[in-house]
């Protein structure tokens, strides 16, 4: 039911722009996260939008780089990701947040199958 989309390789300082489309249900009424995991380790938490898109929160790893938003009538939720550097190579995954924190991966119900952004140096 998401779909993640928009990766790719970059260079270091690059930006690259990642959506997330929901289609057969809407989530306008959730918060939606992105996630992140590198080779080799666990999954993290990037960044998240609340359902109206007033609200955001972000990873301390990608505060001021990366921007995350969502349009509600499109269904999609976008992180636009800038100065990409090379500890960013990781699958991005697109989340619906039921409940519980922010930034725990365990308050997420639906996830999206991830795509990979690979930044070279």
């Known amino acids: 039911q998401l779909q993640a989309s928009g990766g790719g390789l970059a260079q270091a300082g690059d930006s690259l722009r990642l959506s997330c489309t929901a289609s057969?249900?809407?989530?306008?009424?959730?918060?939606m996260g992105w996630f992140r995991q590198a080779p080799g380790k666990e999954r993290e938490f990037v960044a998240a939008v609340s359902w109206d898109g007033g609200t955001t929160f972000y990873a301390n790893s990608v505060k001021g780089r990366f921007t995350i938003s969502r349009d509600s009538a499109q269904n999609t939720v976008r992180l636009q990701m800038n100065s990409l550097k090379p500890e960013d190579t990781a699958v991005y995954y697109c989340?619906?947040?039921?409940?519980?924190?922010?930034?725990?991966?365990?308050?997420?119900?639906?996830w999206g199958r991830g795509t990979l952004v690979t930044v070279s140096s």
């Open positions: 989340a619906v947040k039921g409940l519980g924190a922010w930034d725990q991966g365990s308050s997420y119900d639906y």
């Open positions: 057969r249900r809407t989530f306008s009424s959730n918060v």
